[in-house]
Nanobody, 120 residues
Framework: QVQLVESGGGLVQAGGSLRLSCAASGRIFSINRMGWYRQAPGKQRELVAT???????NYSDSVKGRFTISRDNAKNTVYLQMNSLKPEDTAVYYCNADLRDSNINRRSLWGQGTQVTVSS
């Protein structure tokens, strides 16, 4: 009933940009934190960036200065603006939301993932 829908992935050349979006839908009471994680082949899933309901952000060292996370609380949507993309950014990117549903139960939801491929 509560879902995360991602969009914006694709193929881009090194140095280019992409903007990912993730919209939460359903009966949601509140969203405490949303974030982006990624998993490259043969590697562990890693944190990319997170943002709280108060717009406090956290970034992995590998993307600092290049990626920007933002959110629209009214739309329950989080964005990831990715600039100066590098081949090592190639991965499946997953949206995550730490939220409370309409019954005030804590939920952690994951999107289906969207492929980002950066070519050189």
């Amino acid at each position: 009933q509560v879902q995360l829908v991602e969009s914006g992935g694709g193929l881009v050349q090194a140095g280019g940009s992409l903007r990912l979006s993730c919209a939460a839908s359903g009966r949601i009471f509140s969203i405490n934190r949303m974030g982006w994680y990624r998993q490259a082949p043969g590697k562990q899933r890693e944190l990319v960036a997170t943002i709280t309901s108060g717009s406090s952000t956290n970034y992995s060292d590998s993307v600092k200065g290049r990626f920007t996370i933002s959110r629209d609380n009214a739309k329950n949507t989080v964005y990831l603006q990715m600039n100066s993309l590098k081949p090592e950014d190639t991965a499946v990117y997953y949206c995550n939301a730490d939220l409370r549903d309409s019954n005030i139960n804590r939920r952690s939801l994951w999107g289906q993932g969207t492929q980002v491929t950066v070519s050189s």
